[in-house]
């Protein structure tokens, strides 16, 4: 009996080893499998991480969202909340007990708190509109959150009931006095993303924006790290752009400072400057609030610095100027001497320590992309990914030694899907200049094969192909489906100094271009086994644009084109966008300011020129850049006799985000790649 029980044992053993070698090539299938670490908060005392999960529902066409815990040292991980609700936003409370979060359990978002040993969730909020952006103090009894109200009216309870009527009226015609009248995926009705700041024990939320006609945190893209409780206990503050009708052409955000009952109206502590000033991270001793500030107005993409602010005295002090490199994420040291930050660093998303005193940088994990980096007792907690990893928790110590991870959600996954590898290389660009790049391998790679190539043009522009596991355009799409992938981060990009990021503007089609040819023909000869005959160059945003210019102004450079989300009409494309400072800056004014900086590198001018078959993507929810115009790119393309297609997502904004659409998009991607490239 024992004997057959061991054979059998031995059996299931062969079969799970087995099976476990049963891989394939990296599809989207695998993508959309990895499951997605964010948002990891550390306990007061340093021994445990809290993190949301998101694991995509392939039958409900979602994500969902759950919290999980893990001991720093990466024991004991657990699943914290289990509900079929989305439960996201986690907060630890000021003891550590207890894990404060947002949920739509309840039917709408509202603020949730579970003790870390488990047991049913707590409801702490309920109120009539949904709550956004949790923040718990750790230094007095206080939740902040946002709500979105009419700025006009006092409570809360009056703006549910003006939506109400709103939702009664017979007519639907919305009458707008000022941009913006809509903004990324969303039309403006009015309403306003408002701080309110409640206790723990009793008492309604107070709106501590008081009648400010603004936002916070700022929108789309802003979240709590825009939000800081002061260590005395009393106030709050947090970054909003209040600049009245300017606010489609500022980058003014401006840091504020309100006490927590609401009975003042917020102070601004950053008037002087009028460019970006954002993410405010106060010392442990709380004698000194870091954060980060632009110089530039009106200019999205100029290098953030770390501002010192003294608490008692407000002077200020820049800590960074001499750092040609613009940090993200912040945090301090135990100790007040170093401010530990995250920037784009030659290709990788680096972690650094920064001295407070002299301002020196010292890099502690270069490779990769690091990001929300938290102090964990004597060790620092981040995220890192790479090109042939999803996001995984890790710890290291400040010196940069003993890096280990802390996460291995997705080692399965991982290992069941094989990859290409990658390498960076660099040749000489645009005025004989560095600038580097990417290439991955085909999976299962044969270097006596020859292989087509998917050139991948960036968005931004100044963005990035660095080192990093992207869910939207990732390179290992291609390569697992036979490609090779080639990214260069031409003039413009960013982790390469400021002045390689200005020098895209007034020249979107000039310096960027020069890369993108010097750079795949440094790809071709570094690497024999590509077939330059057989390239296909794919972009979108900024990457869609250079797409249609690339279309007549490079016309026998590919044999075919995919262009996502891109424009066709620079000079038109101002006139039915949102964020007008972008195009303000980029192209040197407005178009009736300076029309010759928008027909410069207009690929509308260029359409006789095109000849390379085009497929066209667009989202209907893209408020940034508009359908028309890639309805226009499509219907110019047929118009010319020139083989295209035009996929469209009504349901999609300037990203396809749902997982079945993700699914559509990249088979129908690959399937044009494969149509004239194989």
């Known amino acids: 009996m024992r004997r057959t029980i061991l054979i059998t044992l031995a059996l299931f053993i062969f079969c799970i080893s087995s099976f476990s070698q049963d891989t394939h090539p990296f599809s ?67 003891c550590g007990k207890f894990v404060f979060f947002l949920s739509t359990r309840s039917g709408s978002s509202q603020a949730w708190k579970i003790g870390i040993s488990g047991g049913e969730a707590v409801q702490v909020t309920d109120l009539p509109l949904d709550v956004s952006n949790l ?68 008492g309604a939320p107070a709106d501590v924006m008081a009648d400010m ?46 006490p927590l009952d609401g009975a003042q109206a917020p102070k601004c502590l950053t008037e002087a400057n009028q460019a970006w000033d954002t993410q405010p991270v106060f010392s442990p001793d709380g004698q000194t609030m870091a954060f980060l500030a632009m110089v530039r107005p009106r200019f999205e993409a100029d290098r953030y610095r770390i501002v ?42 680096s972690l650094f320590a920064i001295d407070v005193q002299s301002g020196a940088v010292k890099t502690i994990v270069k490779e990769g992309t690091v990001s929300s980096p938290n102090l964990a007792g004597a060790r620092i907690v981040y995220a890192l990914d790479h090109l042939k990893a999803a996001a995984e928790l890790w710890s290291v110590f400040p010196d940069g030694s003993d890096p280990r991870p802390v996460t291995q959600i997705n080692a399965a996954n991982l290992a069941q899907a094989r990859m290409g590898d990658f390498e960076q290389f660099s040749f000489k660009g645009w005025n004989n200049e560095t600038v580097y790049g990417y290439i991955v391998k085909p999976v299962d790679f044969d270097p006596a094969k020859r ?17 990093h596991f992207h869910y939207r355009w990732n390179p290992q799409a291609y390569t697992g489906a036979g490609y090779a992938a080639v990214m260069v981060d031409f003039h413009g990009s960013t982790g390469y100094g400021q002045a390689f990021t200005d020098a895209i503007r007034g020249d979107w089609g000039g310096k960027p271009l020069v890369d993108l040819q010097k750079g795949l023909a440094a790809a071709l000869a570094k690497c024999p086994w590509m077939d330059g005959k057989r390239v296909g160059a794919l972009g979108a945003s900024y990457g869609g644009y250079m797409i249609n210019w690339i279309a007549g102004n490079w016309p026998d450079g590919f044999k075919c084109l995919v262009s996502h989300d891109g424009n066709l009409d620079e000079r038109l494309a101002y006139f039915d966008t949102e964020e007008l400072w972008f195009p303000e800056w980029e192209h040197l004014g407005t178009p009736w300011e300076n029309p010759a900086s928008y027909e410069k590198h207009n690929p509308v001018n260029y359409v006789k020129n095109w000849k390379t078959p085009i497929l066209v993507v667009h989202g209907g929810q893209d408020f940034r850049v508009v359908e028309t115009q890639g309805m226009s790119t499509f219907t110019a393309a047929q118009r010319k006799g020139i083989p295209s297609k035009f996929l469209y997502f009504p349901d999609e904004n300037h990203w396809v985000l749902k997982p079945a659409n993700s699914i559509l998009w990249h088979d129908t991607v690959i399937a044009w790649l494969d149509q004239w490239l194989k």
């Open 28 to 94: 989207i299938h695998d993508m959309l499998a990895m499951e997605r670490i964010s948002e990891a908060q550390v306990s007061p005392d340093g021994q445990n991480i809290v993190f949301t999960l998101r694991t995509t529902d392939l039958v409900a066409n979602r994500g969902r969202t759950d919290l999980w815990l893990v001991d720093v040292d990466g024991k004991n991980l657990r699943q914290l909340t289990t509900h079929p609700a989305g439960d996201f936003n986690p907060q630890w409370s000021a």
């Open 135 to 202: 923040l718990v103090s750790p230094y007095s009894p206080h939740l902040a959150f946002t709500l979105d109200v009419f700025v006009d009216l006092k409570s809360i309870d009056k703006t549910k009931e003006r939506l109400e009527e709103i939702s009664k009226r017979k007519s639907s015609g919305v009458i707008h006095d000022r941009l913006f009248f809509r903004h990324w995926d969303t039309w403006k009705d009015g309403r306003r993303s408002h701080l309110f700041v409640m206790t723990l024990k009793e």
């Open 213 to 258: 006609d603004a936002d916070a945190p700022s929108k789309p893209f802003g979240g709590i790290e825009e939000i800081a409780f002061t260590p005395n206990g009393m106030g709050i503050v947090f970054t909003a752009r209040d600049v009245g009708r300017e606010e489609a052409w500022s980058t003014d955000f401006d840091l504020y400072y309100a």
């Open 308 to 349: 010192l602010h003294d608490w008692a005295s407000g002077g200020k002090r820049v800590l960074t100027e001499s750092w040609d490199r613009s940090p993200s994420s912040l945090c301090w040291s135990s100790d007040n001497k170093t401010i530990y930050a995250t920037a784009d660093n030659i290709g990788q998303s």
């Open 451 to 467: 292989y087509p190539v998917a050139f991948l043009i960036h968005g931004g522009p100044q963005g990035s192909f660095g080192n």
